[in-house]
């Protein structure tokens, strides 16, 4: 009953016309040769596997879920899934933006963020299966050993092979530096490694004939804390020397967690019983290289709650606009049917503009980024490296807590447009508002992003990043300050420019008193970045679209349509969100314990 279509004009106009990204890629020497008919290209193909291939098991595999086998610790993920990721890996897609010298198609991370926003609205459960796997290639790429690289790579690469990341332990969620698992040396150069890890998404499955799993554990002297941490790679099939599949390695999938949402995809606990693993970058320094796939994996999640919010936007619009209740308050809107489709409301249209205009900034943000990620990976100019990766640090935590949070909001509402209908599971609305929940959690919750945000990127650095993000701001108020079309996009971004500098050297100043100042503010204070970010975007997005209305294309239309009511409807939240940013901690510290 559910439907998806690729929202491909979009993702374009961001890409060619907002960022005119063609121009920006030639400057990067792996990419000079790929021009907009390539990433097209790629993209409608994209867009068909995830709406004709992945997007008509999204239901049934929630309502089937995954299966253990206790006596062999296999599973089994649900009907259609092991067939889809074989189509998956035949159409050369795990490859597109991987290096050439493993077997990648070289594209840029760009293209396969396109790729990601669509197979997440298609199939979120199904998508973490690869998905994790490309942050596993990125952390063993960065730091893995010659050999490592030659034995997993080109699997990895051509998704012959899955990964995932095993950090949490049933003791120790985010802070790291409790965990307990150990490694223990071996004469030979290996690790020995021994304890018990959960939540470990697409952890075990039967899909590829071997699963790389990049684990946290602690040496036999390491330091306490998160400065006694090394990474180390523990296949689930050891790898004999000439490439092929050896010994079953005991690290076994002892049990699934049973949670709200992405029911398709296995959320297992592992137990490693002296499972042979080998170092990845330098002894207690893992959080260094597992970083790297930290931080793929929370731009990942905000890449998931965009799918979840357009696809649940197209649903919420395709209902609203058939579903026929009471009449328009100003008189029938249809009078030859017995009632008017509830498009008419003004406030199903509220919830309707929320999704859109979220989803909107949101793909916006995303492709920009993931932009800034192919320069400094890609440039061969250390400055332009060096600043790209400024923004892609201060960005990451604004898309994983933002986007979820916003995603949170907008699946909601749709699910609302729906009435007693939107919980009723096989119109599919309800799932994408139970997946959507998870994605705020998982990855660091988003109150570890807030915190990361704030104390970490702006303030630990006495805000460098955040001026640079804020003198992108200040370029383009400057040169939009006279076009008068503009002004009721750039006066409110100019304006709620001016009160972020001044929110973080009042919330600054206190924490030089109080560092729970900055836990205090956290929250508030990221939604209000958030809406700065999302607020210049709109602000692009809205100047493209005001230059090419004249041409009668009612895309542009609905695009300042659409920017209009983030202006006016969305964005004045940073009013109340700075007050409460404002008020600190004293009334959070007055409640003794024992009052609670």
């Known amino acids: ?63 089937e879920g995954c299966t253990l086998d206790k006596t062999t610790h296999e599973v089994s993920p649900p009907k259609g899934f092991k067939e889809a990721y074989k189509t998956y890996v035949e159409g050369g897609w795990p490859a597109l933006s991987c290096d050439p010298a493993y077997g990648g198609q070289g594209l840029p991370h760009l293209v396969n963020q396109c790729l990601y926003e669509m197979m997440n609205s298609g199939n ?153 693993g080998t170092l990845v970058g330098q002894p207690n320094k893992g959080l260094q290289a597992m970083f790297v796939m930290m931080n793929a994996a929370r731009l990942g999640v905000g890449m998931q709650s965009l799918g979840l919010t357009e696809v649940a936007y197209q649903n919420a619009v395709a209902y609203a606009k058939d579903r026929l209740q009471m009449r328009a308050l100003s008189g029938p809107k249809a009078p030859d049917k017995p009632a008017d489709p509830i498009i008419v409301h003004p406030d199903v249209r509220k919830m309707l503009l929320t999704a859109r205009a979220y989803a909107e900034g949101g793909r916006a943000l995303g492709l920009w980024t993931t932009l800034q990620l192919d320069k400094e990976l890609s440039s061969d100019d250390a400055d332009v490296r060096k600043e790209a990766g400024d923004m892609v640090a201060l960005i990451t935590p604004i898309i994983k807590a933002f986007i979820t949070d916003n995603a949170w909001i907008s699946t909601s509402h749709c699910m609302q447009v729906f009435g007693g209908h939107g919980y009723i599971a096989e119109w599919g609305m309800e799932q994408y508002v139970r997946d959507a929940r998870i994605n705020m959690i998982y990855e660091g919750t988003n109150t570890v992003q807030s915190l990361d945000l704030l104390g970490r990127k702006i303030l630990a650095d006495n805000g460098a990043k955040l001026r640079k993000f804020g003198k992108m701001v200040q370029d383009f108020v400057e040169e939009e300050g ?81 920017a209009r009511f983030y202006f006016a409807k969305l964005l004045p939240e940073t009013a109340s969100l700075i007050r409460t940013a404002r008020a600190g901690l004293p009334t959070l510290v007055e409640m003794e314990e024992s009052w609670f």
Not at 221 to 232: E, R, T
Not at 249 to 261: D, Q
């Open 1 to 63: 009953m559910a439907q998806y279509t690729p929202p491909l004009r979009d993702m374009q106009f961001v890409m060619h016309e907002v960022l005119n990204v063609t121009d920006e890629l030639k400057t990067l020497p792996p990419y000079a040769d790929v021009d907009a008919d390539t990433i097209n290209a790629v993209i409608e193909e994209g867009g068909k596997f995830a709406s004709q291939v992945i997007f008509p098991i999204n239901l049934s595999g929630d309502q």
């Open 124 to 276: 979120q459960a199904w998508t973490m299966y690869p998905g994790l796997s490309h942050g596993a290639y990125e952390a063993l790429h960065a730091h893995g050993t010659d050999e490592q690289k030659k034995t997993y790579l080109p699997k990895l690469t051509s998704g012959e092979w899955t990964g995932t990341m095993c950090l949490t332990e049933p003791h120790c969620g985010t802070d790291l530096g409790l965990l307990r698992t150990k490694a223990e040396p071996q004469a030979d150069g290996t690790y020995k490694i021994t304890g018990a890890k959960i939540f470990i998404s697409a952890g075990e499955h039967d899909m590829t004939e071997n699963i790389i799993h990049l684990v946290l554990a602690r040496l036999p002297d390491a330091p306490v804390g998160s400065k006694g941490i090394s990474l180390f790679v523990v296949p689930k099939f050891n790898v004999n020397a000439d490439g092929s599949i050896g010994s079953r390695n005991p690290i076994f999938c002892t049990g699934l967690e049973h949670k709200m949402g992405i029911h398709g995809n296995a959320t297992a606990q592992l137990t490693l019983d002296g499972a042979v």
């Open 482 to 562: 006279t076009n008068e079309a503009m002004q009721e996009f750039i006066n409110p971004l100019a304006d709620l420019g001016e009160k972020v500098v001044k929110l973080t050297t009042e919330v600054g100043m206190k924490a030089f008193g109080n560092q729970d100042e900055v836990g205090a503010a956290s929250v508030d204070y990221l939604r209000v970045v958030g809406h700065l970010v999302f607020g210049y975007f709109w602000a692009r997005m809205a100047k493209v679209a005001l230059e090419k209305q004249g041409g009668g294309d009612p895309f542009y239309k609905a695009k300042l349509a659409t």
